[in-house]
């Protein structure tokens, strides 16, 4: 099944990005946020990045017209289900939410629908369970930042059929990026190994043993890393971190997970990283 159509619910720092790949890649797409203000502002990062692309001769500004024009916006799950064959879902990262929304949706959309979600760390399993069609749910994990990264990290769900996961790892090389399939595991591959050596780092700054600036120094020189584990988590979102690494510590039983609490005292002040432009480090302007 060629996928032409697709709904991104949730329009925040993954969202626009999964949004704009599509488009970018012919994809006719329907953004859903909670209100019209959210909306607007994914648009303009959309437009933002695109403009960027232009500037660096990446696409012609006729491409970056046509991906505009293939976008389209609602508040309303239901309106963008019923029309997509593939919905990506990219909201918090709390089960709550993940699963009042692929209730909705699998009421709302066709029946061979593929349901995907970008979860981090929630299973894929669990949130097929929220549905009545588990062999069509499937996680697509973009990495941040969607238009830059090229890793689709695509995890089966216990039920998951070979053609879903067949149709999923097609498009993402269509996307131009690069699929690996991987199985439902507490944190899948990314951040079961990510997540820990983030962690570590900020018990390292919270022990003493250095600066962040120094840390990150050390990583990115000593391990040849393109950037600092703590600067990385800032442009992560520190609640998504903790919200990731709760998960792993849970799922997993395992004390080597708990979350720093220094992390936890960064996330209760509001300190979340680039998007509330103070984390490890600080983003003015
Ligand atoms: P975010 O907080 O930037 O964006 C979430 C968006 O969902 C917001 O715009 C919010 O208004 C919207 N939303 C909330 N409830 C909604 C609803 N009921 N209907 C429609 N929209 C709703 O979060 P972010 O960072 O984009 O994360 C989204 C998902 O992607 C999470 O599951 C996260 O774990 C995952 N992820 C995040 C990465 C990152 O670097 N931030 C990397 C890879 C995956």
């Known amino acids: 099944m060629r996928i032409e159509r697709i709904a991104v619910i949730g329009g925040g ?7 704009h ?3 970018q890649a012919g994809r006719r797409v329907t953004l859903v946020d909670t209100n019209q203000d959210l909306l607007e502002k994914a648009l303009g990062l959309i437009f933002k990045n695109l403009d960027r692309q232009v500037k660096k001769e990446v696409i012609s500004l006729g491409e970056k017209e046509a991906a505009v024009s293939r976008i389209s916006t609602t508040t309303s799950m239901e309106e963008a289900g019923a029309e997509a064959q593939l919905i990506v879902e990219a909201v918090p990262e709390e089960v709550g939410i993940k699963e009042k929304i692929f209730r909705v949706l699998d009421e709302a959309a066709p029946e061979d629908t593929i349901l995907a979600s970008n979860t981090s760390s929630i299973s894929i399993t669990r949130i097929a369970g929220f ?3 588990p062999h069509k749910v499937i996680g697509m994990h973009f990495m941040n930042p969607v238009p830059v990264m090229k890793l689709v990290e695509v995890i089966r769900g216990l039920a998951t059929d070979d053609a879903t996961t067949e149709t999923v790892m097609t498009l993402s090389r269509e ?3 690069t ?3 991987v199985n439902d595991f507490p944190g899948f591959v990314s951040n079961r190994v990510l997540m820990p050596m983030i962690n570590e780092a900020v018990f390292a700054l919270m022990e003493g043993v250095a600066e962040a600036e120094a840390i990150d120094t050390v990583m990115k020189l000593g391990m040849a890393h393109p950037m600092g584990p703590l600067a990385l988590a800032d442009l992560i979102g520190l609640d998504v971190c903790l919200g990731i690494l709760e998960v792993l510590h849970r799922d997993l039983g395992d004390d080597r997970y708990r979350p720093c609490p220094l992390l936890r005292k960064y996330v209760a002040a509001g300190w979340l990283g680039r998007k509330s432009g103070r984390g490890f480090f600080s983003y003015d302007g």
């Open 131 to 133: 549905t009545r069609r």
């Open 179 to 181: 699929p690996v399939e």
């Open 21 to 23: 790949v599509f488009a």
């Open 13 to 19: 720092t993954m969202g626009n990005g999964i949004a």
């Open 175 to 177: 996307l131009g990026k």
